[in-house]
């Protein structure tokens, strides 16, 4: 089995209705159970919460600390469109640690996901898009910070852009972020990643892999020494919120191809949920077991 970390504080109650589908953390377990990908009980890695001090190399420090505190302003509260609690700070914290624990283990194992994270709006000032802190980017920034990287590739098929990971690395030519993503879509500002890909509403599964394959191929001269996969599912047809309009073949399909991309170049692989919204959360976490499944192929 490959190294899957997760914590049972991923979930901060909601209120009904929510339009977060906080729940589909919860029943992703249930489902990696289901397919033998995890034991019925433990089979994972849980993380300490993130230091300020870590969430802060990426994020405005005045901004973290609010957070930390359960301060946020109620703009920021708006923003981000997740209530000012406790246990939402708490697993924000927790992400952003799981992220960059699952990038360590991806160093010793060659590959490594974690049951949350991908929480891409998330920028040098603070939360917007339900993410409240950007987990890859903390992860990213800290390898860096350490010394164990010297290049970072982020690839990031959520079917929205990643702005906040644009932003944040924007001038730093040690981090390559990759976004293809929905055009009309959330946000209707976009930023500019290294290399950005919107793609028309409806796009099925045959024009979407022969775009993923071509900006692939525009990677080969990077060289990066670690693989950020960002591996949202609501491009999939029947996503609330997604408007590619793949088939779970398709998704499948997607996640084997980045997964490859990394592994034959024998360069570590770090997975992370990213989105993905139905009223179905057992439906919903079917489609996020696709990558754990084709991860495994590789442990």
Known sequence: ????????????????????????????????????????????????????????????????????????????????????????????????AGTLLAARLAFEHGIACNMAGGSHHAGPAGGAGFCVFNDVAVAAQSLLDEGLVRRVLIIDCDVHQGDGTADIFRDNPRVFTLSLHAEKNYPARKARSDLDFPLPDGLKDAAYLELLDHALDRLDGFAPDIVFYNAGVDPHEEDRLGRLALTSEGLRAREARVIAFARQRGVPFTGVLGGGYDENPERLAARHAILFEEAARYG
């Open 1 to 96: 089995m490959i190294p899957l970390v997760y914590h049972p504080h991923y979930i901060a109650p909601l209120k009904p209705g929510h339009r977060f589908p906080m729940s589909k953390y919860g029943y992703l377990r249930e489902e990696l159970v289901s397919r033998g990908l995890l034991p019925p009980t433990g089979g994972f890695i849980a993380p300490a919460p993130a230091s300020v001090r870590q969430v802060a190399a990426v994020h405005d420090l005045g901004y973290v600390e609010r957070v930390a505190g359960h301060r946020i302003l109620p703009d920021e509260v708006r923003r981000i469109g997740l209530p000012n609690t406790a246990a939402v700070a708490r697993r924000a914290f927790l992400s952003a």
